[in-house]
C-alpha cells in the first residue's frame, strides 16, 4: 500500500473529515470528532449499508435500541464476567498495554545475546524492532552483525520469561506486571444514588439489543425464520491502547445483523459463508480495494466458547493487515442465556413445520468507523494532472460526502450566475451539494479532487444559448457537455446504484 497513514490523516484534518476530540484541552484519547464533510462521509456509508441490507432485502428489518439497558442483559451475555482483554502495567511510566498485542523479539550481535526489545502488535515491527536493537547495540557498545528473532506473544509466555520482556515505554527489563484481565465495559450509574445497586454499562456491542428484541419483532414484524435484525448504532469499550487514527478507538459505531436461522447442523455453515460472500461483494461494491482484502478464519480452539466458527475480514491498512470485520456462527447462545436469565422463553414457532425451536444466528459485523479508515485507505491516491501533482480520493458516488459541484466559468456575469444558482438549487433538493465561484476554475477542480466530489459542473456562456454544461470526473479528469435534462438522471445512475 503506497499509501501513508499521515497523508489520510492530514488530508482529513485539512478538510474537515476528522479531528481529534477535545483538540482544544490537548485532545482525548481513543476518542474522534467527525468534521463537516466526515458526518457526510459516515452517513453516505452508513446509508449505503441500510439500503442493502435492509431496504434492498425481503429478510432483514431494522432495529434501534438504547445504548444504555438493564445491566441483567450484559450479566446474561456473560460480558460482566468475560469481555476483558489481558493487560499489563509498566511498573516505572504507568503506561498499561495489551498483553495480547505485546511482542517481543531476542536480539543477537554474532549470535551472541544482546537483549530484548517489546513492541506493540501493529507497529510497523520488523522496522522498529531494528531500529530498538540498533540503539542497544550502540549504547552496549558493541559492533557486529545484529539479528533479531521474534520470541513469541506475551501472554503465551511463562512466569519467567515474561519477567524478561522489556517494557516498550522504558525498555527496561522486568518491569510490566504479569497481566491481569481488564474488563473494558464503561460504567455509569443511573438514578440519583451513586453506589452498587445503581451500576450500568454503555453497551459494548450493539448485538445484545437485537436478542433481547428478538420475540418483540417476531411478534410485531411479520417475518419468519430466516430473517435478519440489522442494527446501526455507538458501542463503547475502554479500549487499553486506543491507536492507529479512528481505528482503534472507545467511542465508535458498529452496523451488525444478527441473521436468525434454524437449529439444524447444515444451516449454519451454508449461511455463514453466504454471509461472508454478501459482505465482501458489498465491501468491493462501495469502492474498497479488493487486493487489500482477505479472509481470516479463526482456528477452533481460539474461538469464544459461544462460536461455532467465526472469520474476519481483514483488510492491509498502511499499519498492517488488520481485522475490519467479523462475521460469526454463534449457534443459539445469546438467546439461550437470555432465556434462561430472564424466564421468558425465546423460542420460535415455525407455522409450517410446528417445530419450535430456540433460532441460531449468523452475526456479520463491522465497525463504521474502521470501515471508513479502510474507506479513505482504498480512495486515497496522488498523481499528475496536466505536469501538476494533485491529491485526490477516488471515493465511490455514493460514499462521497460532496456529490457535485457547481462552478459558474465566472461571477460578474449576472445572468450566468443565475443560471448557476438555479442549477445549484434544483440539485440541492436531491444531494449534498456545493457552489463555488472564486479562483481559477483548476484551482477549483483540485479542490473538489482532494475531498472526493466526483463531477464537477462548469456553467459557462454557451449553457446560456444551449441548455448544456461540461461535466468534469474526478478520476479521469474527462470533460463533456450535457443537456441539463439529462444531468440529474446521470447523477441519480452513478450515485444511486
Ligand atoms: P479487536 O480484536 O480488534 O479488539 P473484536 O474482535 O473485539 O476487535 P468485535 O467484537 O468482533 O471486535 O467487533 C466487531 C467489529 O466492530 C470489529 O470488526 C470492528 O470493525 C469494530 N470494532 C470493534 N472494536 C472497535 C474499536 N475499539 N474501535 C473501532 N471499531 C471497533
Not at 271 to 276: K, Y
Not at 404 to 420: Q, S, T, W
Request: proline share 4%; net charge negative.
Amino acid at each position: 500500500l503506497a499509501v501513508s497513514i499521515d497523508d489520510v490523516i492530514n488530508v482529513c484534518k485539512r478538510r474537515g473529515i476528522i479531528f481529534q476530540s477535545s483538540e482544544v484541552y490537548g485532545g482525548y484519547a481513543g476518542f474522534w470528532d467527525y468534521g463537516p464533510l466526515g458526518v457526510e462521509l459516515r452517513a453516505n456509508i452508513k446509508q449505503a449499508w441500510w439500503r442493502d441490507m435492509v431496504h434492498r432485502r425481503d429478510d432483514v428489518v431494522g432495529l434501534d435500541s438504547s445504548i444504555i439497558g438493564s445491566p441483567k442483559i450484559w450479566k446474561a451475555s456473560g460480558h460482566i464476567d468475560g469481555f476483558s482483554d489481558p493487560m499489563v502495567d509498566c511498573r516505572t511510566s504507568k503506561l498499561r498495554f495489551r498483553a495480547d498485542q505485546l511482542f517481543w523479539s531476542r536480539a543477537e550481535v554474532d549470535g551472541q545475546l544482546l537483549g530484548y526489545v517489546s513492541l506493540l502488535e501493529t507497529d510497523d515491527m520488523d522496522e522498529l524492532v531494528l531500529e530498538a536493537a540498533t540503539k542497544l547495540q550502540r549504547k552496549a557498545g558493541l559492533r557486529g552483525t545484529l539479528s533479531c528473532t521474534p520470541v513469541k506473544d506475551f501472554t503465551e509466555a511463562s512466569d519467567e520469561e515474561q519477567s524478561l520482556v522489556p517494557s516498550p515505554a522504558t525498555g527496561e527489563a522486568g518491569s510490566l506486571t504479569p497481566p491481569r484481565a481488564f474488563n473494558l465495559m464503561f460504567q455509569t450509574n443511573v438514578g440519583a444514588m451513586v453506589d452498587q445497586s445503581s451500576v450500568a454499562y454503555l453497551r459494548p456491542e450493539t448485538a445484545q439489543g437485537i436478542f433481547t428484541n428478538f420475540k418483540n419483532v417476531v411478534a410485531t414484524g411479520r417475518v419468519k425464520v430466516p430473517f435478519g435484525i440489522a442494527q446501526i448504532g455507538k458501542a463503547f469499550r475502554n479500549e487499553i491502547t486506543p491507536r492507529n487514527f479512528i481505528f482503534r478507538s472507545r467511542e465508535f459505531e458498529q452496523m451488525e445483523i444478527e441473521y436468525f436461522i434454524d437449529d439444524q447442523d447444515a444451516t449454519w455453515p451454508v449461511e455463514h459463508e453466504r454471509w461472508l460472500q454478501t459482505m465482501w461483494n458489498w465491501l468491493k461494491s462501495i469502492g474498497l480495494r479488493e487486493d487489500l482484502m482477505a479472509r481470516d478464519v479463526h482456528e477452533s480452539h481460539k474461538l469464544a466458547h459461544y462460536a461455532r466458527a467465526c472469520t474476519d475480514i481483514m483488510f492491509t491498512f498502511p499499519f498492517g493487515t488488520q481485522e475490519l470485520m467479523g462475521c460469526a456462527a454463534r449457534g443459539n447462545f445469546d438467546l439461550t442465556q437470555h432465556a434462561a436469565a430472564s424466564g421468558k422463553s425465546m423460542e420460535y414457532f415455525d407455522d409450517e413445520t410446528k417445530a419450535k425451536y430456540v433460532p441460531h444466528v449468523i452475526e456479520p459485523s463491522i465497525g463504521v468507523d474502521r470501515l471508513m479508515l479502510a474507506v479513505l485507505c482504498s480512495a486515497y491516491a496522488e498523481d499528475e494532472v496536466g505536469g501538476e501533482k494533485r491529491s485526490v480520493l477516488k471515493l465511490h458516488p455514493r460514499l462521497a460526502p460532496i456529490k457535485a459541484a457547481v462552478l459558474p466559468l465566472v461571477k460578474n456575469k449576472p445572468e450566468l450566475v443565475e443560471k448557476a444558482q438555479a442549477i445549484y438549487k434544483r440539485l440541492q433538493r436531491r444531494y449534498y451539494v456545493t457552489y463555488d465561484d472564486s479562483g481559477q476554475i483548476g484551482r477549483r477542480y483540485r479542490r473538489m479532487d482532494e475531498v472526493g466530489t466526483p463531477y464537477c459542473i462548469t456553467v459557462d456562456f454557451e449553457t446560456l444559448e444551449d441548455d448544456s454544461v461540461t461535466i468534469r470526473e474526478r478520476d479521469s479528469t474527462l470533460q463533456r457537455r450535457i443537456k441539463l435534462p439529462e444531468l440529474l438522471e446521470f447523477l441519480e445512475e452513478q450515485i444511486d446504484a
